[in-house]
């Protein structure tokens, strides 16, 4: 946010208020007066309690102040207002940072959805800038991925983030599908126990991912074809 608005936080002394005792007392003026006056009102909404609370405070700010002979406002206007910057043009996005983990198929997962990082960070955790409209990764510091925000299930991959060998894979892999189309996958066992099967837990996340949330799961119901044949074996003897 600091860096958004270009400004520098510069922290107060500890303990009883040293540097900024006018603000303090403002802010007691604000919250007393303002307080006071909604204590025995009801609201239904944060939506409306903010909008009387606008209210209040646009009446305080234009209130005349004895001593000084003016309003809150007008001595805004006089010595704040003309030493303001511009606001950027565009609004401040809220971002959240955390930790990430770049899995074995050089993706990291944020709220469901896998975002690509080079190949070489591998293993690595990461920090993952993520804002309403973009997911930016850092590797110490430094930015080494950013993609469009997606919040639907899914893999959003750079090819410039893939090795040669897996680039090249891939192209194969696109090229043998567009000739045969769809696959099928038959198992006689759940989804859940492929787990076992596959043995590494990260390499089946990212396997049993992409194959469950990306086809169509079809159950069939009734007895299997071995066990049919077996009966049918049975009783020609």
């Known amino acids: 946010m600091l860096e958004h608005y270009n400004v520098a936080v510069i922290p107060t002394r500890p303990r009883k208020p040293k540097d900024k005792a006018k603000a ?81 198929d050089y993706h990291v997962e944020i709220d469901k959805h896998y975002y690509s990082v080079p190949c070489s960070l591998l293993g690595l955790q990461l920090e993952a800038w993520i804002s309403g409209e973009l997911v930016r990764l850092f590797n110490q510091g430094q930015e080494v991925a950013a993609h469009p925000r997606n919040r639907n299930y899914g893999y959003s991959t750079r090819e410039e983030h893939m090795s040669s060998e897996q680039r090249s894979d891939l192209l194969e892999i696109v090229d043998l599908m567009y000739q045969r189309g769809s696959i099928i996958v038959v198992s006689q066992l759940p989804v859940d126990s492929w787990y076992k099967m596959i043995g590494d837990s990260t390499h089946a996340d990212a396997i049993l991912d992409r194959l469950v949330h990306g086809s169509v799961k079809i159950e069939l119901k009734g007895e299997s074809m071995r066990k049919m044949q077996t009966t049918l074996t049975e009783g020609d003897q």
Not at 59 to 75: H, I, P, T, Y
Request: glycine content about 2%.
């Open 24 to 104: 303090e007392v403002g802010v007691q003026v604000v919250e007393r007066w303002i307080m006071a006056r909604i204590r025995h009102e009801t609201f239904y909404s944060l939506a409306s309690l903010n909008q009387r609370i606008r209210e209040l405070l646009e009446r305080l700010n234009n209130k005349v102040m004895q001593k000084l002979g003016c309003s809150r406002a007008d001595l805004f206007a006089q010595l704040d207002k003309p030493e303001l910057k511009s606001l950027p043009e565009a609004s401040y996005s809220y971002t959240l940072v955390k930790k990430v983990r770049v899995h074995a």
